[in-house]
């Protein structure tokens, strides 16, 4: 009996060796991130919603104002009336992008927690002026507009919600028409979901996941999407270490002239039910801010 238990815990340790250098099992702990990221620098910008590039200016997004930089991070232009000519009703922009000389807005009539007629809006590049607007479709589940962005392999639009339960497990496609295709199912489902961006064929996904009173990160996750499937693994990209003091993390994009990636982060606001109510000791204002990366993929940083 002894000579068969030695022989049981021999086998056990051998399969436990051959496990950490076998190829078919899965370390828990492997990293799960695509690209290694670096801080390039950090700018402040007047937007404290989304952020994105188009390679000759970065367009930021306010809660009611669009913004207009250039590559340097001086203001060029913005529009404090962006919902002019909306065909309902909206008080809120949230995360952007821009697509062909367009921006697409996430839009829509915001107020403690709560969205309504959200609306996939599209302005142009250069006047920041609204062109056209689409009403999203309410059988799709979503109540609330976090961000957009445009998939330009699929020629589709893509929107996120920060609200949790069901609208927030989702993400939701649409033709660049406005007509509704589908929603994914994110598995896991990230908490708080702010923005989404378009990068090479995933959607990345910012999370308000940190606790700012205890001073933890928030993160961005890298959904996996399959056109011939409704659902979609998430996986931790990236934890938001350097932020200078842990906040909001908003929308985000890339820069198409050297793929580095931006990220809009909010500091020195208590955040209650998504509206900012007083603010944190040593800040008598908030504070918003692009993040700027370079980005690796994992196996060339090796």
Request: glycine fraction near 10%.
């Amino acid at each position: 009996m002894r000579n068969l238990l030695v022989l049981a815990l021999f086998l056990v340790l051998t399969a436990g060796c051959v496990a950490q250098k076998g190829s078919t099992m899965t370390d828990p702990n492997a990293p799960s991130n695509k690209y290694v990221y670096k801080l390039k620098n950090v700018f402040p910008v007047a937007g404290r919603q989304g952020v994105t590039c188009d390679g000759k200016y970065i367009y930021v997004s306010g809660s009611k104002a669009l913004y207009k930089y250039d590559m340097e991070g001086k203001l060029v232009a913005q529009n404090d009336e962006p919902f002019e000519g909306y065909p309902k009703k909206v008080n809120h922009i949230g995360d952007i992008d821009v697509y062909n000389g367009e921006l697409y807005i996430s839009a829509e009539n915001f107020m403690d927690g709560v969205g309504k007629d959200i609306q996939i809006a599209v302005h142009d590049a250069d006047t920041l002026k609204l062109k056209r607007s689409f009403q999203f479709e309410p059988k799709s589940g979503q109540e609330e507009v976090a961000g957009i962005t445009v998939d330009p392999r699929n020629k589709t639009v893509w929107m996120c919600s920060w609200v949790g339960g069901e609208s927030g497990a989702y993400l939701y496609e649409y033709d660049l028409n406005g007509k509704y295709l589908r929603k994914v199912h994110l598995q896991p489902v990230p908490q708080y979901v702010q923005g989404v961006f378009w990068v090479d064929g995933d959607l990345f996904v910012t999370a308000d996941d940190g606790i700012a009173d205890d001073n933890d990160p928030d993160h961005i996750y890298r959904v996996k999407i399959s056109n011939t499937s409704n659902s979609a693994p998430v996986v931790l990209e990236k934890t938001m270490d350097e932020a200078i003091k842990h906040g909001e993390i908003e929308g985000l994009g890339i820069d198409p002239t050297n793929g580095d990636l931006l990220v809009l982060m909010n500091r020195g606001a208590r955040i209650v039910l998504g509206m900012p109510k007083g603010y944190y000791p040593g800040y008598d204002k908030e504070i918003s801010e692009v993040y700027r990366y370079s980005m690796t993929p994992v196996q060339a940083a090796k």
